[in-house]
């Protein structure tokens, strides 16, 4: 199973002191956490894509080609590439640009983005997101998998005898999963092509996890692609580890309490309780965790939030390292202890899919039209 961690990229103020890190002092904490993610053994490090502050992840293949350099196993991906204001074109170019560079350790997430103004930005229209990601996926698949691509569709101009430059390394286009957190179009559209789903929970009740990964599965199967639980699932979730409960609680409830995604909201016990987020100590992300698996079943990827809310890079990089070794070993053993043999304990690498060209991963449209949904 992989596990690691994904960041968002917030310019936050530290509540406890003031003080607020500049764009490139959190551009060059990111890269150290993702430096820190390999040293510490974790499997993944993603990041997010943003175009409004206060983020500063707008660029993620410049940023990923960068760690790329000074990495050599870590898996790198986006935990969101916004497949309705991008240009399925320039996404085509740039990941494939990007996969040559870090030898195919490469994959993404493909979501429709929470912030409505970026839509206008890009000249897209925020009511037509959901049509946007269908349409721009699909031209997407094709300009990888086709080595000359005619094309005509709603939201931009045609394509005439267009390549896509350059070409899949190895003639395998990155691996793909499709990232939501509350549309059941993109968990079927994740289903029809046999591609990842990723659930990123941190804002969502347990009940409503379980509900969109469950209907993702059924459709999985229903498509052809295997067994329901055999789908490629993945989840996100957020953590702050410490010796103690107390001392976790004690030191992280400032910046929950602050956080401009969750703060001035429920109180830290009441969100822990309702949310994926736990605080405590090393046992009980371990269990907490777990748990996960009982709600959705075996799955591919945990990705952890780490580095929010205005934490201290000092803070970030100790939860790096708690995570990768005391807490992600125990979670690989217990995870692998109760995965049945049929089900797959990795998302599809650029290795795997190699020796799998026979895959629906290599396919334009591997479902049978009339059963899209």
């Known amino acids: 199973m992989q596990f690691g961690i994904f960041t968002i990229g917030d310019v936050t103020k530290d509540p406890t002191n003031g003080t607020s890190p500049t764009e490139a002092q959190r551009i060059k904490n990111m ?3 993702a430096l820190k993610a390999e040293e510490a053994g974790l499997d993944v490090f993603a990041t997010g894509e943003h175009h409004n502050p206060p983020f500063v992840p707008s660029s993620p293949t410049t940023h990923l080609a960068f760690i790329a350099a000074q990495t050599k196993n870590i898996q790198l991906s986006t935990s969101t590439t916004l497949i309705t204001t991008n240009d399925p074109v320039k996404i085509a170019e740039d990941y494939v640009f990007l996969q040559h560079l870090a030898g195919g350790r490469v994959d993404l997430m493909m979501g429709r983005g929470n912030t409505g103004p970026v839509y206008p930005w890009f000249g ?16 997407l698949r094709r300009l990888w998998r086709e080595p000359v691509v005619n094309w005509q569709g709603k939201f931009r101009t045609p394509l005439h005898s267009y390549v896509s430059t350059p070409a899949p390394l190895d003639g395998v286009p990155p691996f793909v999963w499709h990232g939501s957190i509350r549309s059941p179009q993109i968990a079927e559209q994740a289903a029809y092509y046999g591609d990842g789903f990723f659930h990123n929970n941190i804002f969502w009740n347990k009940e409503h996890t379980a509900k969109m990964v469950a209907m993702y599965r059924r459709r999985y199967e229903k498509y052809g692609h295997g067994r329901a639980d055999q789908a490629i699932v993945g989840l996100g979730g957020q953590v702050f580890i410490a010796d103690t409960e107390q001392e976790a609680k004690d030191t992280f409830r400032p910046y929950f309490d602050n956080a401009p995604v969750y703060g001035h909201g429920p109180s830290l016990e009441d969100y822990t309780a309702q949310t994926p987020l736990t605080v405590g100590t090393v046992e009980q992300v371990i269990d907490r965790t777990m748990q996960f698996a009982d709600w959705v079943g075996d799955y591919q990827r945990q990705l952890f939030l780490v580095d929010h809310a205005g934490l201290p890079q000092e803070l970030a990089l100790k939860q790096v390292e708690i995570l990768g070794t005391e807490v992600v070993p125990e979670l690989r053993r217990r995870m692998e202890a109760r995965r049945p043999d049929h089900v797959p304990s990795d998302p599809p690498t650029h290795g795997w899919l190699q020796d799998h060209r026979d895959a629906p991963h290599f396919q334009v449209a591997p479902a049978k039209e009339e059963n899209h949904a």
């Open 124 to 139: 897209k229209d925020i009511r037509q997101g959901i049509p946007l990601a269908v349409e721009n996926y699909h031209l």
């Open 31 to 33: 890269t150290e956490l």
